[in-house]
T-cell receptor, first 116, second 111 residues
Framework: KNEVEQSPQNLTAQEGEFITINCSYSVGISALHWLQQHPGGGIVSLFMLSSGKKKHGRLIATINIQEKHSSLHITASHPRDSAVYICAVGVFYVPWGGTSYGKLTFGQGTILTVHP | DAGVTQSPTHLIKTRGQQVTLRCSPKSGHDTVSWYQQALGQGPQFIFQYYEEEERQRGNFPDRFSGHQFPNYSSELNVNALLLGDSALYLC??????????FGPGTRLTVT
């Protein structure tokens, strides 16, 4: 079983629909990231959260630490939202007097296609 | 602010050859992480550099090595290339916190 599981793997929607992508993880984490990747590869960080909820425009991300679960919501979806959405969890360490370090573990991604 | 930059954008190599990929971190960032993303998969952590030393490493063979320079830029080297090394290689930089900023990636094709 992967440490980070996303669902669904593929999602097709009509413009204007409300979209939810889910992420479950099995390890204790320091922070969870939602990332967006367009064809061609570049990754953009949408959110980093360790508790509660964050909102940016039409995007909302929530996390439940006790249940080890996070959701990414897109309201009023648009064709330009079509991309791969990736959940990544980070376990970070802060040595005394030093800077934090650690790695991200990624889910397999959700391919979102929004039709006009 | 140029953000994280990577070079080259694309390259094609033959099995057995060696390749060097380069990354310049976002201004003010001192930590560089490298990830490999095979087609249709999520990225996998290769290693992380801080203060010119490899601080953490993922499950990759010794053919994968790196370096960080005093200006915090970094190189990823892969020796004895295999067909399975074909992937998008992503560099991410960070500083003092958890948030990592990603570069556009280098797409490596091994034939």
């Amino acid at each position: 079983k992967n440490e980070v599981e996303q669902s669904p793997q593929n999602l097709t929607a009509q413009e204007g629909e409300f979209i939810t992508i889910n992420c479950s993880y099995s390890v204790g984490i320091s922070a969870l990231h939602w990332l967006q990747q367009h064809p061609g590869g570049g990754i953009v960080s949408l959110f980093m959260l360790s508790s509660g909820k964050k909102k940016h425009g039409r995007l909302i991300a929530t996390i439940n630490i006790q249940e080890k679960h996070s959701s990414l919501h897109i309201t009023a979806s648009h064709p330009r939202d079509s991309a791969v959405y990736i959940c990544a969890v980070g376990v970070f360490y802060v040595p005394w007097g030093g800077t934090s370090y650690g790695k991200l573990t990624f889910g397999q991604g959700t391919i979102l296609t929004v039709h006009p | 602010d140029a953000g994280v930059t990577q070079s080259p954008t694309h390259l094609i190599k033959t099995r057995g050859q060696q390749v060097t990929l380069r990354c310049s971190p976002k201004s003010g960032h001192d930590t560089v992480s490298w990830y490999q993303q095979a087609l249709g998969q999520g990225p996998q952590f290769i290693f992380q550099y801080y203060e010119e030393e490899e601080r953490q490493r993922g499950n990759f063979p010794d053919r994968f090595s790196g370096h960080q320079f005093p200006n915090y830029s970094s190189e990823l080297n892969v020796n004895a290339l295999l067909l399975g090394d074909s992937a998008l290689y992503l560099c991410a930089s960070s500083s003092l916190g958890y948030e990592q900023y990603f570069g556009p990636g280098t797409r490596l094709t091994v034939t």
